[in-house]
């Protein structure tokens, strides 16, 4: 609808135009200021233009048949909608069902990166937000017609593997009778407990009479990962997660020399005392980097170099991450890493999300016990759900801190957005259901005309008309909170309208039904995109 209005418009005026919503409804569907930017070329001013405009496209026979009305103000333009026009676009966006807005054939491509956290413990609410967005993303870029591919980076090489693979051990050693001194960075909590039991019935260990300690460390390290990953894995289901790919940190590294052997080449390191340094400073970072350490261990910075290496060989046009605020300082020593690579690195963009803050009934939510002084997204899902766990993650910027209190989304009332929607929807078929039960006939509701529409009905039409313009935007901006609102506001109009005007058994029955189904589509594309599937019952 946005692309139609704009693309006759710019045809006939020759010029770009801006098309924005009034703040008043009551002024038209649209508002351009493209009388602004004109006034400098026919040096009048911005009023005259706009009357002028107005008058002229008014004349035109195109746009007599996609307005009903053209209205200058101040400058501005206001532009109306037809009844007949909005009734055209509604059938064609039915017939599609939940292809309506979707796009296909785009050439570009996106690699996304996110979650990839530690296999060393299981999921907590810190790596949520990311994974949801990151997984809604996909689903909206797939569905506005690129080629994306998503992808789980597992940290299984160097220190935190070992970590794990010590705590596991010291705890399997204190259950077979030892005194044990844990050192602070070890990991703790009950899951440790649950990794020593089994790797102890895995390895068949009934003492450790002549073992090799730094054998079943290792051991223990790799065995307890894949036990992680697996229920990190089991937890992203529970999400509405599934990943494309997931690539090993250990696989990956394996090729470290021949990316190191072209940083050389290329100037981007150098020896100093004894270590290797990334020259990232030459472009933009405040300081260089060290890859590796005088003795011999490389940096966590290293394995990343040639993670990103391995994702570009991959030739996608996109390659986003989707990290924690505090990897901030990690985009310019990548960045520069992969300029002395030979790659654009402007087409990496880096995604930061900020903290999520949990409260229950007023009180700070309930770590567990489990994983230690941590929240666990299991926990938080078993409280709320997938659905209300996903829309509010998804519900403000990423860049803004997330704070919310758990018992707000169990409640079944308006003050729960998620419920709110979700009520709107099966609002919706309930109604279709009695229609059908009396013996009506939906086909019959998709053939009446919507002509003779209240302004209120007016504009619930218009409202669910624009979701692919909301889509757009989202995508566009990285700022899928604009899904979330705009399922909001679609939903509030919607009751609101069911509230004020009869629907069933009166002589609108089946142009408010239609209108109905209308809203109803774009309520259940919107969901989908966000990962939540849209209720037809409560």
């Known amino acids: 609808m946005h692309r139609r209005v704009k693309d006759l418009l710019e045809r006939i005026l020759q010029t770009e135009v801006v098309l924005e919503h009034p ?32 008058k002229s496209l008014s004349a035109h026979p195109e746009c007599q048949a996609m307005f009903s009305q053209i209205a200058p103000l101040n400058g501005y333009i206001n532009f109306t909608l037809k009844q007949e026009f909005l009734n055209d676009l509604c059938d064609e966006a ?93 990991h703790k909590g009950e899951y440790i407990q649950e990794l020593a039991q089994a790797a102890q019935e895995h390895f068949k260990i009934e003492n450790l009479e002549g073992a090799d300690e730094k054998v079943l460390i290792a051991r223990f390290g790799d065995f307890s990962k894949d036990l992680m990953l697996a229920e990190i894995q089991d937890t992203l289901a529970d999400m509405g997660l599934k990943m ?19 940083l050389e080449t290329s100037g981007g390191v150098y020896e100093n005392e004894g270590k290797l340094w990334l020259k990232s400073s030459a472009f933009g970072d405040e300081k260089d980097r060290v890859v590796r350490k005088a003795d011999g261990d490389f940096t966590y910075l290293a394995p990343d170099i040639v993670y990103h290496d391995y994702k570009f060989r991959q030739d996608y046009s996109h390659y986003i991450n989707i990290f924690g605020a505090d990897h901030h300082g990690y985009v310019p020593r990548i960045k520069a890493s992969l300029k002395f690579l030979g790659y654009e690195a402007s087409k990496l963009e880096v995604l930061l999300v900020q903290m999520v803050a949990l409260i229950k009934e007023g009180q700070p939510y309930k770590m567990s016990k489990r994983a230690g002084n941590y929240v666990l997204v299991k926990d938080v899902l078993q409280d709320m759900g997938k659905d209300a766990l ?8 990423l860049d803004t801190h997330l704070d919310f209190d758990v018992a707000s989304l169990q409640k079944q009332d308006s003050t729960n957005p998620i419920f709110y929607i979700h009520y709107a929807n099966a609002r919706i078929h309930t109604m279709l259901e009695k229609f059908v039960s009396k013996g009506g006939s939906l086909e019959k509701v998709r053939q009446s005309p919507l002509l003779d529409l209240p302004p209120a009905g007016q504009n619930l039409l218009f409202s669910a008309l624009n979701l692919p313009k909301v889509l757009q935007g989202a995508f566009s901006d990285r700022e899928l909170q604009k899904i979330c609102d705009y399922l909001k506001a679609l939903a509030a109009d919607l009751h609101s309208f069911y509230n004020a005007h009869r629907i069933l058994d009166t002589p609108q029955e089946l142009p408010y039904l239609k209108l109905c189904q209308m809203v109803s589509l774009s309520l259940t594309i919107g969901l989908n995109i966000l990962g939540i599937e849209a209720k037809k019952k409560m």
């Open 94 to 186: 039915l017939s599609l069902g939940e292809g309506f807005g979707q796009q296909t054939g785009k050439e570009e491509s996106f690699y996304v990166e996110f979650v990839s956290a530690n296999p060393t413990g299981p999921l907590h609410i810190g790596h949520a937000r990311g994974a949801v967005f990151g997984d809604s993303f996909c689903r909206l870029a797939r569905f506005l017609g690129y080629r994306v591919h998503s992808e789980y980076y597992i940290n299984d090489l160097g220190a935190q593997i070992k970590k794990l693979g010590l705590s596991v051990f010291l705890r399997l050693k204190q259950n077979l009778g030892f005194e044990v001194e844990y050192p602070q960075e070890c």
């Open 390 to 397: 996903r829309f509010i993650f998804l519900s403000k910027k």
């Open 23 to 54: 703040k008043e409804r009551a002024l038209g569907h649209y508002a351009s200021v493209v009388a602004f930017p004109l006034a400098k070329v026919y040096k009048k001013a911005p009023k005259i233009i706009a009357e002028d405009l107005a």
């Open 244 to 262: 494309d790919a997931y690539v090993s940190e250990k696989v990956v590294f394996a090729k470290s020399d021949e990316v190191f052997k072209r």
